[in-house]
């Protein structure tokens, strides 16, 4: 069973950026994926990656998410730019058991880290 552990959160202004990056105890060579959950809401898919590297945005993460890996350092990163009060949430890393991950829908995935807290202030 994969171990992913989060970090890089924490407390920043609108506009602001941040890396986010989530350390797997094994290879990342395989579906990775980014979801965040502000309370009271749904945990919701924010970008995938797959194993040849090819990466989805949910609509609300197109222009300001990135997703990327680095397969010899077995971690996952997100880059978010400009932002906003509403990206403040639980920010959770998630793996999936195959290469290819077939979207952004939590089911698809059956790993999860604990997660890392983004909060943004105007």
């Known amino acids: 069973r994969v171990q992913l552990v989060e970090s890089g959160g924490g407390s920043v202004q609108s506009g602001g950026s941040l890396s986010l990056s989530c350390s797997a105890s094994?290879?990342?060579?395989?579906?990775m994926a980014w979801f965040r959950q502000a309370p009271t809401k749904e945990r919701e898919g924010l970008a995938s990656?797959?194993?040849?590297?090819?990466?989805t945005y949910a609509d609300s993460a197109k222009g300001r998410f990135t997703i990327s890996k680095d397969n010899a350092k077995n971690t996952l990163y997100l880059q978010i730019n400009s932002l906003e009060p509403e990206d403040s949430a639980m920010y959770y890393c998630?793996?999936?058991?195959?290469?290819?991950?077939?979207?952004?829908?939590?089911?698809?995935?059956?790993?999860w880290g604990q997660g890392t807290q983004v909060t943004v202030s105007s």
């Open positions: 998630a793996a999936g058991p195959l290469g290819y991950c077939g979207g952004l829908a939590r089911y698809l995935y059956n790993e």
């Open positions: 094994e290879s990342v060579y395989k579906c």
């Open positions: 990656i797959d194993a040849e590297g090819v990466t």
